[in-house]
C-alpha cells in the first residue's frame, strides 16, 4: 500500500513560482518512478512531468524550461519546482508512482495517486 500527500498548491500572479511537494509512505522503493499530473475539471488529467530514478526526467512540451521534477530519496519526497507560471497552468496537480511501463504521461500507466493540491494562476 502506497499513500502519496502533495502539499505547496496555492493562488499566484502570472509570472510567479510555485514550488509542488508530494510525500510518499508505504511499499516504495527509492528506486521508483513517480511523476505529476495536472487535471482541470471536466478533463482528461495529463502528464506534466516524470522521474525515473535516477535523474532521467521527462517534461510535457508545454512546461518544458518552466517545470522543474525532482526527488529527495532520503525524504521520500517528489517536487515539482514551477516557474513562470501562465494563467493556463491553474489546475489540480496530482502526484502519481508506481509506473506500469509503456508511456510515462500517459495517466493510465499509474497505479497510485495522491488526492491532488490546487494551483491557481491570476493574469
Known amino acids: 500500500q502506497v499513500q502519496l500527500v502533495e502539499s505547496g498548491g496555492g493562488s499566484v500572479q502570472s509570472g510567479g513560482s510555485v514550488r509542488l511537494s508530494c510525500v510518499a509512505s508505504?511499499?516504495?522503493?527509492?528506486?521508483?518512478?513517480m511523476a505529476w499530473f495536472r487535471q482541470l475539471p471536466g478533463k482528461e488529467r495529463e502528464g506534466v512531468a516524470a522521474i525515473n530514478p535516477p535523474t532521467t526526467t521527462t517534461y510535457a512540451r508545454s512546461v518544458k524550461g518552466r517545470f522543474t521534477i525532482s526527488r529527495d530519496a532520503d525524504k521520500n519526497t517528489l517536487y515539482l519546482q514551477m516557474v513562470n507560471l501562465q494563467p493556463e497552468d491553474t489546475a489540480m496537480y496530482y502526484c502519481?508512482?508506481?509506473?506500469?511501463?509503456?508511456?510515462?504521461?500517459?495517466?493510465?500507466?499509474?497505479?497510485?495517486w495522491g488526492q491532488g493540491t490546487q494551483v491557481t494562476v491570476s493574469s
Open positions: 502519481a508512482a508506481h509506473w506500469r511501463g509503456n508511456s510515462i504521461l500517459d495517466q493510465t500507466n499509474w497505479s497510485n
Open positions: 508505504g511499499d516504495l522503493p527509492s528506486t521508483y518512478s
